[in-house]
């Protein structure tokens, strides 16, 4: 059974400073998709990220970035030049390559202060 | 993009009632498409996983027969909470993919509140 881990509940980040958003996770898939999810107060749920895993290379969107680390199972999110409207509930979740059930975590919730 | 509709966004019903709610994918058909719950701030919790023309897959734990899930069409999918009672208002998602492995892309509708009174 797929299992997603997010540590930290609630962080906090100062507008354009940086922020990174922890998560691990356990699969015994070999090949599998990981994610990165934003949901905002409105509740809409919006990709942020995705990483395959069959790819060494980390996954890089505008200011967010992952590090990915396939041996020891984590899947970290780096926000960069944080703004006012990166406030919201971050999920990570993963998907086994051959099926499209997304897990989710527990999420974290994060707070850009001006 | 691929985008996903859901409807309504709000709905609240009296207790012993049934809801409906519809999920579409707009431009793109869905293999599959799943239904989530989501509690308040808490994280989403899987449901249950449709197929186009075939009979849903339930989680661990969820009623098959309270949670009814149809997916008649490959643009269409619908929840109905039958005989709902006040425990089963909360937010639920769908999302829509599709198909598997590749460029898979997972959308998401924006969520339907309900609330049973």
């Known amino acids: 059974a797929q299992t997603v881990t997010q540590s930290q509940p609630e962080m906090s980040v100062q507008e354009a400073e940086t922020v990174t958003l922890s998560c691990t996770y356990d699969t015994s898939e070999n090949n599998y998709y990981l994610f990165w999810y934003k949901q905002p107060p409105s509740r809409q749920m919006i990709l942020v990220i995705r990483?395959?895993?069959?790819?060494?290379q980390n996954a890089t969107e505008n200011r967010f970035s992952v590090n990915f680390q396939k041996a020891a199972k984590s899947f970290s999110l780096k926000i960069s030049d944080s703004q006012l409207g990166d406030t919201a509930m971050y999920f990570c979740a993963s998907a086994p390559y051959n099926t499209d059930k997304l897990i989710f975590g527990t999420g974290t919730r994060l707070q850009v202060f001006p | 993009g691929a985008v996903v509709s859901q409807h309504p966004s709000r709905v609240i019903c009296k207790s012993g009632t049934s809801v409906k709610i519809e999920c579409r994918s707009l431009?793109?058909?869905?293999?599959?498409m799943f239904w989530y719950r989501q509690f308040p701030k808490q994280s989403l919790m899987l449901m249950a996983t449709s197929n186009e023309g075939s009979k849903a897959t339930y989680e661990q734990g969820v009623e098959k027969d309270k949670f009814l899930i149809n997916h008649a069409s490959l643009t269409l999918s619908t929840l109905t909470v039958t005989s709902a009672h006040p425990e089963d208002s909360s937010f639920y998602i769908c999302s829509a993919s599709p198909g598997t492995g590749g460029e898979s892309r997972y959308t998401f509708g924006s969520g339907t509140r309900l609330t049973v009174v």
């Open positions: 431009d793109f058909q869905a293999t599959t």
């Open positions: 990483q395959e895993a069959y790819k060494q």
